[in-house]
């Protein structure tokens, strides 16, 4: 292997593949100077150094040259998601502090605080938000407001709808959120299917921002409590109400505003191999060599007005699970080089 890279390898960046007797794609790796980098690993010095325990799994390397270390960075991400490697520890996500809010899918649906999607994950995501444990109070204060669970994901299930409920008895939750008024109790007939389905929309609604909805509906209920003469259960509502308010104002303060990375990107590349990327919401919707002539100029603003199109819409929250690595992966490239903005234009 040192061989084919010494004969073979020059100094410019791009993206290997470390691959194993059989062909399985072991691990795949970028670098700003791909001769340099390769070379590295066969001057470990300890068994133990990550790049000694690739070399151990590997028996060829490959390579393939990236106009630039962006270019790079890119391909590296969706051969990782591609081939899954199991030597790149998970995928590379961003260090900092990113943590989105997902929400479970199953029987009873809970809001947790996860640092990126699982595999085969196909639940609904929200963010990313900039500090993991002020968004994890905060997203336990919306769950007790709405009375969401909080419980274990394998936890059985009894909604006062099912049959079930009525052969087995009545149950005791063991839970205090349930006897303090702080879940509905879905595990022990507390509520319908229903009822814990119209919370969770709530939620969603209150998440995706795009309505005032979960309040709307509080406030409705508040009003009619009143009307009924139910002044206690009135005044809890309000009390809700008033700590959606703030809570809204915190998840707003918390959220990254992921709106900031749409713009056109241009990037110099190895000799003269510039390309401009489209980035709408922090993704790469498509990339292109950047334009030489008034045709290819044209041919990249038509593509540019497709993608941004309805730009000023407000955008809903929710984020697809499939699009979070790339996501990250941007931010940190403009905050770990800022100076790369310059290179940026918007759209209007
Ligand atoms: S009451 Fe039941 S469903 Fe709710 S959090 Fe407790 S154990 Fe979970």
């Known amino acids: 292997m040192r061989a084919a890279v010494r004969a073979g390898?020059?100094?410019?960046?791009?993206?290997?593949?470390m691959l194993s007797s059989s062909?399985?794609?072991?691990?795949?790796g970028k670098s700003k100077q791909i001769r340099t980098r390769l070379l590295s690993y066969f001057r470990c010095a300890y068994p133990e150094e990550k790049g000694a325990r690739i070399?151990?799994?590997a028996e060829a390397i490959d390579w393939q040259y990236t106009p630039s270390e962006f270019a790079a960075l890119l391909q590296e991400l969706r051969l990782i998601k591609r081939f899954r490697p199991r030597l790149n520890v998970a995928m590379k996500r961003d260090g900092t502090n990113y943590?989105?809010?997902?929400?479970?899918?199953?029987?009873a649906p809970k809001l947790t605080v996860v640092r990126g999607p699982s595999a085969e994950d196909a639940s609904v995501y929200y963010g990313p938000f900039v500090g993991a444990q002020r968004i994890e109070e905060a997203l336990r204060e919306l769950s007790d407001v709405l009375m969401l669970r909080d419980c274990r994901s394998d936890m059985k299930m009894h909604f006062s709808d099912q049959q079930e409920l009525f052969q087995l008895g009545a149950r005791t939750p063991g839970c205090i959120r349930y006897e303090i008024g702080k879940c509905l109790g879905p595990c022990v007939g507390g509520c319908s299917v229903s009822d814990y389905e119209a919370?969770?929309?709530?939620?969603?609604?209150?998440?995706?921002?795009a309505s005032d909805g979960p309040m709307e509906v509080l406030r409705r209920q508040m009003e009619e409590a009143s009307e009924q003469l139910q002044f206690e259960r009135a005044a809890s509502l309000r009390d809700k109400l008033q700590r959606l308010e703030v809570l809204r104002g915190q998840f707003a303060r918390?959220?990254?505003a992921v709106e900031q990375l749409s713009f056109v990107y241009t990037v110099p590349g190895h000799e003269g191999e510039d390309r401009v990327y489209l980035v709408k919401r922090g993704v790469v919707r498509a990339e292109l060599p950047k334009p030489r002539s008034s045709w290819q100029r044209t041919k990249l603003k038509r593509l540019a007005s497709d993608i941004f199109a309805g730009g000023a819409e407000k955008p809903a929250l929710a984020v697809p699970t499939h699009e979070i690595d790339e996501l990250l992966?941007?931010?940190?490239?403009?905050?770990?080089?800022p100076e790369e903005m310059t290179h940026t234009r918007q759209v209007s």
């Open 99 to 107: 943590a989105f809010i997902k929400i479970t899918r199953g029987a």
């Open 254 to 256: 918390l959220r990254f």
């Open 329 to 337: 992966l941007l931010s940190s490239w403009f905050r770990r080089f």
């Open 199 to 209: 919370r969770v929309a709530l939620a969603r609604a209150f998440l995706d921002g």
């Open 55 to 57: 070399l151990r799994e």
């Open 9 to 17: 390898a020059a100094d410019r960046p791009g993206i290997y593949r």
């Open 23 to 28: 062909g399985e794609v072991v691990y795949v």
